[in-house]
């Protein structure tokens, strides 16, 4: 058993929010070993805070991640509490783990396990609100989102992928790094082949046992990007819209900001694409969209 410890950070990472900087050092739960995550919650306590997951790119860190999304800056004034571990090396690079059988199963003993063991022990720690549970990632932590969406949809109620991949899209392949050998999930080789059946067989397979609500998630990608391609948006839209039952419903222009295309399904309450004209890898964070997508605004 490992024991839960919560070591300050404060000398290391001094905050320019009101919120406090922290650690989580250990947790159980956490078979493929991560290093402490970093902490930031509200600087006084006012009921159970929601729990945010945040998951760096390839080569990134939690830290490099924390200021990547400008979620600190709601800490105090939505009551959450943000978590930003860093990856074990994959190849010498900074990657999550998203194409390994181990983590693409429920209690799998792989990435995915270790990160909702971290989860499960912040709810525990700061008396989190287990109705307010999200996870969102760029790249690599975007696909990792998807994994997690899949793996542990009892215990997240949203997720948010910048720039991401369906889950399991990786399976089979060695590595789930720019190095791989195997890039046709990236690159969209699988994405233009599969039907959104396969995609959403592939999802339900990473917890076979569940017949539950899975959480309600936004896709980002942009139209330019040539490390994970803009097929990739449709695809992990025709994974999701599978395994809720959703279809296309309509197209929104220039929301929430210029050149980026909403696309919704159903009500858009659960599903939700945006499509960044002309956008790179990894288009700019929307705070406001994804913290008022997820309830909380």
Not at 95 to 118: I, P, Q, R, T, V
Not at 179 to 187: A, I, K, T
Not at 213 to 229: E, I, L, N, R, S
Request: aromatic share 8%; with cysteine.
């Amino acid at each position: 058993m490992y024991l839960r410890v919560v070591i300050s950070l404060a000398a290391l990472l001094p905050s320019v929010w009101a919120s406090k900087t922290s650690a989580i050092a250990t947790w159980e739960e956490n078979p493929t070993s991560l290093g402490s995550s970093i902490v930031i919650t509200p600087s006084t306590s006012s009921g159970k805070p929601a729990i945010i997951l945040g998951l760096h790119p390839c080569g990134g860190t939690g830290q490099m991640y924390q200021s990547m999304t400008t979620l600190p800056s709601y800490v105090d004034k939505l009551n959450l509490v943000l978590l930003y571990p860093t990856s074990k090396s994959q190849s010498g690079m900074n990657c999550w783990d998203a194409h390994s059988a181990k983590s693409l199963k429920h209690d799998g003993g792989g990435d995915s396990e270790s990160l909702a063991g971290l989860v499960k022990t912040a709810l525990k720690t700061y008396n989190g609100d287990p109705n307010k549970v999200f996870v969102v990632g760029g790249s690599s932590g975007a696909m990792e989102s998807n994994v997690l969406a899949a793996t542990y949809p009892d215990l997240f109620k949203g997720a948010a992928s910048w720039s991401g991949v369906p889950a399991a899209c990786w399976a089979g392949s060695p590595i789930s790094t720019p190095m791989s050998s195997d890039l046709s999930c990236p690159l969209g080789k699988k994405a233009s082949t599969y039907t959104a059946q396969q995609w959403g067989d592939l999802a339900r397979g990473c917890d076979t046992g569940y017949n539950g609500t899975y959480p309600k998630m936004m896709v980002v990608h942009g139209t330019a990007d040539t490390a994970v391609t803009i097929n990739n948006l449709k695809a992990q839209l025709d994974q999701w819209s599978n395994v809720m039952g959703l279809t296309f419903s309509k197209n929104t222009s220039n929301t929430p900001v210029a050149n980026w295309k909403r696309i919704d399904y159903g009500d858009g309450t659960l599903l939700r694409g945006y499509e960044v004209a002309g956008g790179g890898h990894i288009p700019a964070f929307q705070a406001d969209e994804v913290l008022k997508f997820w309830g909380l605004i």
